[in-house]
T-cell receptor
Framework: DSGVTQTPKHLITATGQRVTLRCSPR?????VYWYQQSLDQGLQFLIQ???????AKGNILERFSAQQFPDLHSELNLSSLELGDSALYFC?????????????FGPGTRLTVT | QQQVKQSPQSLIVQKGGISIINCAYE??????FPWYQQFPGKGPALLIA?????SEKKEGRFTISFNKSAKQFSLHIMDSQPGDSATYFC????????????FGKGTKLTVNP
């Protein structure tokens, strides 16, 4: 158990809908990262927050947004969902804001868009 | 544009054998190279990492070899065990620059008993 929690575990929704994925980092970790994992694209970095502020942006679509709250939990919002958004979404946390700090991954949320 | 190329996609090894997974990178500014292990239904977990100031790092049965001039690094699993069966991802990043890890596409390792 990494100490990172993600909810929900599974999510099935229809195209055009909006969903929110939630992540609680390990106690004491200030950074939260979001990743998308699909069979063809592998593990893709989406966005990073550090202590409430956006720190780095990766391959995140404009339809996706995220935020980190004062209690350090984070939410990833996915809107106008398309079939291609079906994937595993992982949250990871680390104590610092550099990639050399070990990132602890949560169990993921499996999103299925029908 | 894939900045870290990983091979092979899948690997089958007999128990006790050596598993070797290779990665090649393009960006010479990368200076941190971790390997992650992912079991089915779980998130990736850091296995071992290396910086370019050393050519090899060993932790138990796992060894990273790093070749800076060739821009390649590899993971060797000695005395492979069925419990090592998982997907392995190499990654690379620039510590002082953009704070993101670029991952390879993964290698599914199966160790037969």
């Amino acid at each position: 158990d990494s100490g990172v929690t993600q909810t929900p575990k599974h999510l099935i929704t229809a195209t055009g809908q909006r969903v929110t994925l939630r992540c609680s980092p390990r106690s004491g970790d200030l950074s939260v990262y979001w990743y998308q994992q699909s069979l063809d694209q592998g593990l893709q970095f989406l966005i990073q927050y550090y202590n409430g502020e956006e720190r780095a942006k990766g391959n995140i679509l404009e339809r996706f947004s995220a935020q980190q709250f004062p209690d350090l939990h984070s939410e990833l919002n996915l809107s106008s969902l398309e079939l291609g958004d079906s994937a595993l979404y992982f949250c990871a946390s680390s104590v610092g804001n550099l990639p050399s700090y070990e990132q602890y991954f949560g169990p993921g949320t499996r999103l299925t868009v029908t | 544009q894939q900045q870290v190329k990983q091979s092979p996609q899948s690997l089958i090894v007999q128990k006790g054998g050596i598993s070797i997974i290779n990665c090649a990178y393009e960006n010479t500014a990368f200076d941190y190279f971790p390997w992650y292990q992912q079991f089915p239904g779980k998130g990736p977990a850091l296995l071992i990492a290396i910086r370019p100031d050393v050519s090899e790092k060993k932790e138990g049965r796992f060894t990273i070899s790093f070749n800076k001039s060739a821009k390649q690094f590899s993971l060797h699993i000695m005395d492979s065990q069925p419990g090592d069966s998982a997907t392995y991802f190499c990654a690379a990043s620039i510590q002082g620059g953009s704070e993101k890890l670029v991952f390879g596409k993964g290698t599914k390792l199966t160790v037969n008993p």
